[in-house]
């Protein structure tokens, strides 16, 4: 190919490496006010009154805004209507925005938030998510506190368990996640030609257009939004911007001011979204042969105080509670509840990694009562081609487990440091542990609503190629990978290939950018746009070589008639110019129908899956209970990779991500507030933790992709955390049940004679 599969320098590397990069917290406007937020101290409360005179008395103070002065709607929609932009009579979580406050500066704000005085009457709270449910706790909401519930049906688990030679029972929980992102919450709200310009750090700019036209009351064609330079997001920065968003155009339309709005860390830190907490209950069996029977599971996620994205969440996770294993008989019953927590949002992974965790342990435990290798235990049950999964989807296509399987296995010598590991002796131990996993691509049918994007291309007379995606970067790479599939398929340099900026009003809305789904949709989108050209192009070359039009063919960057008449691109653009025909086209991309029972759980979950498996070497000090990260195998079958280098960056960073997820991201809480405000209490692995990392990448080719591909993004950080534990495991003889295994955990099974 001529540019596919060449590891393409990032179109951005550059100006981030040399600080040129503009992020929304380098932009100031002449005359700019500073927002700040008043945040709700309780969980659940009342609000009886408020006196906000001696803060508008304050000089600098321009204005302070309530729930009454939202002239739209006071909401932030996601998925469900029930999230207000400013609590009106009744706070949810504590850290609920309560108020705006726009000052001169970000001191005159803060100092006004201090003077404005709030009178609460506390409410009972659900601290406890695995309580939520019970008839004892406090009703937040009808339903008993339940935002969804999803099940999956295939077989007969009870006959199965009957059955079985072997079953394991088990529970393990998960805790909250930071994001962590380099860059913490902004945004630059400023009136225009009778709208508002919103200029911020996010993933979804057309969500954000939503919600700004809805607080306002403004018609979404007077409201611009544009992405600036964002500095990471894995999902935190999803639904939350619009809300981010929200706070900052409502003095801004207010006021006929330009405002700006920076979260500081320790205020993102505590009313952000996060990873949701989770419980998981499952029992597994397998016949004598370590063939799996059955698998079931209760899936638990605390969803916080409102329901953002808690049911696509939950959604992803129960269609992954069976793993990545051909398992005949399967009851899956997910809930997502409310409790007055922080609301719960997007992580990279998406519900899969609590799921996985569980689900991946207890196939090692299971291991252990068949006597059977943890590796090949794996090995007999790995799903491939013409079986099926969980929801009894028959996999076609486009399955590399089993290699990845192969490679990982290979490339680590598994069974030699096994053998070399089972004879060590001393203070420090060193273990393996493997997880092997899959990833639905995309929305799926839990989001086919959203299952279309847009895109624009253009061609200069030069020959030179725009195009224009709703799509975000966000430190993926997915500009690089998408001018490099508009090159490919115009057999153009990819130098010569610029790809706008994201704006609102320059770009189709190319759906969210979320669920790994940039590299398929918009792939296929701008596909689809150069197909179009390349039609109206093939006319024209027609006629300049004197042939029809169906003897015409473009390859290698020209247009054939036959073996001996070819004319290049270049003059056939120019010759399409002018002729004044459209060299600006919009593609479109729809991801095809998924069919699905919502009773049963049955049917076409995702159209495609990506794979992995992952193999992490630990070293365990048993005087401690420190675990030392010392290499890991990530194989990751993509499809086709269409730009290694961006590949392999994404596998060590999710690979670093996940493993911080399972050794030491220790999110505290009082049971009714988040306790950590900084990178000091809350530790995130440095480049000092992180081990030697081999990716390697497996290509099975998904049919329906551009030129192969297949997303993986959110993948890389999924199974690291169970590989982990089982390293471990493996390592010391213990069971880590709950993340993250911190070393006082270890060492305390280990105190507990549980070698």
């Given at each position: 190919?001529?540019?596919?599969?060449?590891?393409?320098?990032?179109?951005?590397?550059?100006?981030?490496?040399?600080?040129?990069?503009?992020?929304?917290?380098?932009?100031?406007?002449?005359?700019?006010?500073?927002?700040?937020?008043?945040?709700?101290?309780?969980?659940?409360?009342?609000?009886?009154?408020?006196?906000?005179?001696?803060?508008?008395?304050?000089?600098?103070?321009?204005?302070?805004?309530?729930?009454?002065?939202?002239?739209?709607?006071?909401?932030?929609?996601?998925?469900?209507?029930?999230?207000?932009?400013?609590?009106?009579?009744?706070?949810?979580?504590?850290?609920?925005?309560?108020?705006?406050?726009?000052?001169?500066?970000?001191?005159?704000?803060?100092?006004?938030?201090?003077?404005?005085?709030?009178?609460?009457?506390?409410?009972?709270?659900?601290?406890?998510?695995?309580?939520?449910?019970?008839?004892?706790?406090?009703?937040?909401?009808?339903?008993?506190?339940?935002?969804?519930?999803?099940?999956?049906?295939?077989?007969?688990?009870?006959?199965?368990?009957?059955?079985?030679?072997?079953?394991?029972?088990?529970?393990?929980?998960?805790?909250?996640?930071?994001?962590?992102?380099?860059?913490?919450?902004?945004?630059?709200?400023?009136?225009?030609?009778?709208?508002?310009?919103?200029?911020?750090?996010?993933?979804?700019?057309?969500?954000?257009?939503?919600?700004?036209?809805?607080?306002?009351?403004?018609?979404?064609?007077?409201?611009?939004?544009?992405?600036?330079?964002?500095?990471?997001?894995?999902g935190g920065k999803e639904d939350v911007p619009s809300l981010v968003a929200g706070q900052a155009a409502l003095p801004a339309h207010y006021l006929q001011k330009p405002v700006r709005l920076i979260y500081r860390r320790d205020e993102d830190m505590i009313?952000?979204?996060?990873?949701?907490?989770?419980?998981?209950?499952?029992?597994?069996?397998?016949?004598?042969?370590?063939?799996?029977?059955?698998?079931?599971?209760?899936?638990?996620?605390?969803?916080?105080?409102?329901?953002?994205?808690?049911?696509?969440?939950?959604?992803?996770?129960?269609?992954?509670?069976?793993?990545?294993?051909?398992?005949?008989?399967?009851?899956?019953?997910?809930?997502?509840?409310?409790?007055?927590?922080?609301?719960?949002?997007?992580?990279?992974?998406?519900?899969?990694?609590?799921?996985?965790?569980?689900?991946?342990?207890?196939?090692?435990?299971?291991?252990?009562?068949?006597?059977?290798?943890?590796?090949?235990i794996r090995r007999r049950n790995l799903l491939q081609e013409g079986e099926t999964t969980a929801t009894g989807y028959k996999i076609v296509g486009s399955c590399g487990l089993t290699e990845t399987f192969e490679q990982a296995m290979q490339q680590s010598?598994?069974?030699?440091?096994?053998?070399?590991?089972?004879?060590?002796?001393?203070?420090?131990?060193?273990?393996?542990?493997?997880?092997?996993?899959?990833?639905?691509?995309?929305?799926?049918?839990?989001?086919?609503?959203?299952?279309?994007?847009?895109?624009?291309?253009?061609?200069?007379?030069?020959?030179?190629?725009?195009?224009?995606?709703?799509?975000?970067?966000?430190?993926?790479?997915?500009?690089?990978?998408?001018?490099?599939?508009?090159?490919?398929?115009?057999?153009?340099?990819?130098?010569?290939?610029?790809?706008?900026?994201?704006?609102?009003?320059?770009?189709?809305?190319?759906?969210?950018?979320?669920?790994?789904?940039?590299?398929?949709?918009?792939?296929?989108?701008?596909?689809?746009?150069?197909?179009?050209?390349?039609?109206?192009?093939?006319?024209?070359?027609a006629e300049m070589l004197q042939a029809a039009p169906e003897s015409v063919q473009f390859r290698d960057g020209c247009f054939f008639a036959d073996q001996t008449k070819k004319i290049f691109f270049s003059h056939v653009v120019k010759k399409c110019h002018?002729?004044?025909?459209?060299?600006?086209?919009?593609?479109?991309?729809?991801?095809?129908?998924?069919?699905?029972?919502?009773?049963?759980?049955?049917?076409?979950?995702?159209?495609?899956?990506?794979?992995?498996?992952?193999?992490?070497?630990?070293?365990?000090?048993?005087?401690?209970?420190?675990?030392?990260?010392?290499?890991?195998?990530?194989?990751?079958?993509?499809?086709?990779?269409?730009?290694?280098?961006?590949?392999?960056?994404?596998?060590?960073?999710?690979?670093?991500?996940?493993?911080?997820?399972?050794?030491?991201?220790?999110?505290?809480?009082?049971?009714?507030?988040?306790?950590?405000?900084?990178?000091?209490?809350?530790?995130?692995?440095?480049?000092?933790?992180?081990?030697?990392?081999?990716?390697?990448?497996?290509?099975?080719?998904?049919?329906?992709?551009?030129?192969?591909?297949?997303?993986?993004?959110?993948?890389?950080?999924?199974?690291?955390?169970?590989?982990?534990?089982?390293?471990?495991?493996?390592?010391?003889?213990?069971?880590?049940?709950?993340?993250?295994?911190?070393?006082?955990?270890?060492?305390?099974?280990?105190?507990?004679?549980?070698?």
């Open positions: 190919m001529f540019v596919i599969g060449k590891s393409v320098i990032r179109n951005d590397a550059v100006s981030k490496a040399e600080g040129r990069a503009v992020f929304v917290a380098d932009d100031l406007l002449p005359g700019m006010l500073h927002a700040a937020v008043l945040r709700s101290p309780f969980p659940h409360a009342k609000i009886l009154k408020v006196d906000d005179r001696p803060a508008r008395r304050l000089e600098g103070v321009a204005a302070i805004l309530w729930a009454k002065d939202i002239p739209g709607k006071n909401i932030v929609h996601v998925i469900r209507d029930d999230q207000p932009l400013l609590a009106e009579k009744i706070v949810r979580y504590a850290g609920e925005p309560v108020a705006v406050v726009a000052a001169r500066d970000e001191q005159i704000a803060g100092t006004a938030l201090n003077l404005i005085e709030i009178e609460y009457k506390p409410l009972p709270a659900v601290t406890d998510f695995e309580q939520a449910r019970s008839k004892t706790a406090a009703q937040i909401y009808k339903d008993r506190n339940t935002f969804s519930h999803y099940k999956i049906r295939k077989g007969d688990v009870e006959a199965a368990f009957t059955g079985a030679a072997f079953i394991f029972s088990g529970t393990f929980r998960t805790p909250y996640q930071e994001h962590a992102y380099l860059e913490p919450q902004g945004m630059i709200a400023v009136p225009e030609d009778d709208g508002l310009l919103v200029t911020g750090s996010m993933q979804c700019p057309f969500y954000v257009q939503g919600t700004v036209a809805d607080v306002t009351g403004l018609p979404l064609a007077r409201v611009r939004v544009k992405q600036a330079t964002t500095g990471g997001a894995f009313s952000m979204s996060k990873r949701h907490p989770s419980r998981v209950d499952i029992k597994m069996a397998c016949d004598e042969n370590g063939k799996l029977l059955a698998v079931e599971t209760k899936y638990v996620i605390d969803g916080g105080a409102y329901a953002t994205l808690s049911p696509v969440v939950l959604w992803r996770g129960a269609v992954h509670a069976a793993g990545a294993y051909s398992v005949p008989n399967v009851k899956v019953d997910a809930y997502a509840v409310a409790t007055n927590h922080v609301p719960c949002g997007a992580y990279r992974g998406f519900g899969s990694p609590q799921v996985l965790f569980a689900v991946e342990s207890a196939l090692d435990e299971l291991a252990r009562l068949t006597g059977l290798d943890t590796a090949e010598d598994w069974l030699n440091l096994k053998k070399k590991f089972s004879r060590q002796t001393g203070p420090v131990r060193h273990g393996l542990g493997i997880s092997t996993i899959f990833y639905g691509v995309g929305l799926g049918a839990g989001g086919k609503q959203l299952a279309r994007t847009g895109a624009f291309l253009q061609i200069d007379e030069d020959a030179s190629v725009q195009i224009a995606v709703g799509t975000t970067e966000m430190g993926q790479g997915m500009q690089t990978v998408l001018r490099q599939i508009a090159a490919e398929c115009l057999a153009v340099s990819y130098e010569s290939v610029a790809i706008l900026p994201v704006d609102t009003s320059r770009v189709p809305d190319s759906g969210p950018t979320v669920a790994s789904r940039a590299t398929t949709m918009s792939g296929l989108a701008i596909l689809n746009a150069c197909e179009q050209v390349k039609s109206i192009m093939i006319a024209v070359a002018e002729l004044r025909k459209p060299m600006a086209v919009q593609g479109f991309a729809v991801s095809p129908d998924t069919g699905w029972d919502p009773e049963t759980g049955q049917g076409k979950a995702y159209v495609v899956y990506a794979y992995a498996t992952n193999i992490v070497q630990v070293a365990v000090d048993v005087r401690t209970g420190e675990t030392t990260l010392e290499k890991v195998w990530a194989a990751h079958d993509i499809g086709k990779a269409i730009n290694p280098q961006t590949a392999e960056g994404q596998i060590e960073g999710g690979s670093v991500q996940g493993l911080g997820y399972g050794l030491m991201e220790d999110m505290s809480t009082n049971g009714e507030r988040i306790m950590n405000t900084d990178f000091a209490t809350y530790m995130i692995p440095t480049a000092e933790d992180a081990p030697r990392i081999t990716p390697i990448i497996v290509e099975h080719p998904f049919r329906e992709g551009p030129f192969g591909a297949k997303g993986f993004g959110e993948q890389p950080l999924m199974g690291m955390a169970p590989a982990l534990v089982n390293a471990i495991q493996d390592a010391v003889g213990v069971r880590i049940t709950e993340l993250p295994a911190t070393a006082e955990k270890v060492w305390e099974l280990l105190n507990a004679g549980m070698v």
